[in-house]
Nanobody
């Protein structure tokens, strides 16, 4: 089993920055692709960004490209999401997800059912 715990959420003014962390524990050696998803009030959960554990290939949703950066620290079994130039529409619960399978195609990276493990989420609120 794998456990994922997110941290780093909070309240920030528009234009500000936050860095989210996702710490993995348990059978972390079995993990490959890690992703971030978000769910805004009244909306479906959507893909934000993903990274392949071994080769650091990254992929972003168009809505965050150029503003968000996903990275990982293998030694700490942690994935980060650096969020800059935040907008009110970025307000959501951000969840970390993990797959034991390497996902490479954009369609597979964005598909939630391809991720077997999920964290509880952390709230990000961007005030205008």
């Amino acid at each position: 089993q794998v456990q994922l715990v997110e941290s780093g959420g909070g309240l920030v003014q528009a234009g500000g920055s936050l860095r989210l962390s996702c710490a993995a524990s348990g059978r972390t050696f079995s993990l490959d692709t890690m992703g971030w998803f978000r769910q805004a009030p009244g909306k479906e959960r959507e893909f934000v960004a993903a990274i392949n554990w071994g080769y650091s290939t990254t992929y972003y949703a168009d809505s965050v490209k150029g503003r968000f950066t996903i990275s990982r620290d293998n030694a700490k079994n942690t994935v980060y999401l650096q969020m800059n130039s935040l907008k009110p529409e970025d307000t959501a619960v951000y969840s970390c997800a993990a797959s034991q399978v390497r996902l490479e195609l954009p369609t597979t990276l964005k598909t939630q059912k391809n991720y077997a493990y999920w964290g509880q989420g952390t709230q990000v609120t961007v005030a205008s």
